[in-house]
């Protein structure tokens, strides 16, 4: 297993952390919708110490309840059937939508649950990344937004720009506080996993990276949004 400081994906979670942590509320009520095995989960706690976590897979579910104990609660089952007269100051949705295949439902569903001024924190892969528009240019894909048999495999339905994700969100009744993209993205996510463990690349180059998504949030690993009711 590749050690955790070098995972990629967990510097990307690292990345939106720090995009997110001017809009966090670390006493508000708070709610992680898809959890998979809890690595989010665990960023998330060290920022709220607290967190509600609904996730439709009872095996992920259980993995996130024995690693973070009785700092989560858990509800199994989908977001949309979720009955509950609770209302959330911030809710979080990481690389989650595009596993989704009516987002704009659960968009509508994640609304509904949100304190009129609370926020819905999204977070997707970006379609147009840099190292995507690469793969095009190598004949590995036929278009940014394809989804790729890998993907698919990983149960993904699509695969968002900002544009299409603001669409989504505005469809849903959701309205931009805040939107833009971590890190610059080069290489694949695995070709930066190899890289970083032979240090090849190293943690202040994706460091840079992510500085320079500041300016070039369209070439971004992931691109999000932080959103409120309209």
């Known amino acids: 297993?590749?050690?955790?400081?070098?995972?990629?994906?967990?510097?990307?979670?690292?990345?939106?952390?720090?995009?997110?942590?001017?809009?966090?509320?670390?006493?508000?009520?708070?709610?992680?919708?898809?959890?998979?095995?809890?690595?989010?989960?665990?960023?998330?706690?060290?920022?709220?110490?607290q967190l509600d976590v609904a996730e439709m897979n009872p095996d992920w579910a259980r993995a996130v309840s024995e690693r973070h104990g009785d700092k989560v609660t858990l509800t199994i089952g989908k977001i949309e059937?979720?009955?509950?007269?609770?209302?959330?100051?911030?809710?979080?949705?990481?690389?989650?939508?595009?596993?989704?295949?009516?987002?704009?439902?659960?968009?509508?569903?994640?609304?509904?649950?949100?304190?009129?001024?609370?926020?819905?924190?999204?977070?997707?892969?970006n379609a147009l990344a840099l190292s995507r528009q690469l793969a095009v240019g190598m004949g590995l894909i036929s278009h940014p937004e394809a989804v790729t048999e890998a993907e698919k495999?990983?149960?993904?339905?699509?695969?968002?720009?900002?544009?299409?994700?603001?669409?989504?969100?505005?469809?849903?009744?959701?309205?931009?506080r805040?939107?833009?993209?971590?890190?610059?993205?080069?290489?694949?996510?695995?070709?930066?996993?190899?890289a970083l463990a032979s240090d090849i690349v190293s943690k202040e180059y994706v460091a840079a990276c992510d500085q320079l998504s500041l300016q070039y949030p369209e070439l971004s690993a992931s691109v999000y949004s932080v959103c409120g009711q309209a």
Request: glycine share 8%; aromatic share 10%; hydrophobic share 40%.
């Open 178 to 194: 805040a939107e833009g993209g971590v890190i610059l993205k080069t290489l694949s996510n695995g070709q930066f996993d190899k």
């Open 81 to 125: 059937d979720l009955v509950t007269d609770k209302r959330y100051d911030q809710i979080f949705l990481v690389h989650t939508l595009e596993h989704i295949d009516n987002p704009v439902e659960v968009l509508q569903a994640l609304r509904q649950l949100l304190t009129p001024t609370g926020h819905l924190f999204v977070a997707v892969p």
């Open 1 to 49: 297993m590749t050690p955790y400081a070098y995972d990629f994906d967990w510097m990307i979670r690292r990345a939106l952390i720090q995009r997110w942590r001017p809009f966090l509320k670390p006493q508000g009520a708070s709610l992680e919708v898809g959890c998979y095995m809890g690595d989010m989960t665990g960023l998330l706690l060290e920022e709220l110490g």
């Open 153 to 176: 495999v990983h149960g993904h339905w699509r695969t968002y720009t900002q544009q299409t994700l603001n669409a989504d969100l505005h469809a849903a009744g959701l309205v931009n």
